[in-house]
């Protein structure tokens, strides 16, 4: 099955980022005026935890050195050709879900 239950939504604060391990992988989620994204979690540049990035708009800032990704595609902003993967987002009552299976990345 690939429909994994991440959180309730009363668990995002709105604006922001929240990271957690779902079937194996580090996702961060983020709770946005246009809904709820996820993401990988892992910056691609050193690791870092995009969930404790700065959210402008889609677009989250990693907290170590700054890349930029944008959470609805996962493209960097200045490379889009690098990417890390997205995940697709229910929500059913108050409960968050993602579709592992269905990680995809644009570029
Ligand atoms: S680890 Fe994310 S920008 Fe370096």
Redesign the pocket.
Known sequence: MSRHRVCRVDELKPGGGREFVVAGRILAVFHLETGIKAIDGI??????P?AQGMVRGEVVT??????QFNVETGAHQLNPRLCVPCFAVTVDGNDVYVDIADASAVG
């Open positions: 910056c691609p540049h050193a690791g870092g995009l990693c907290p170590w050195h700054g890349w």
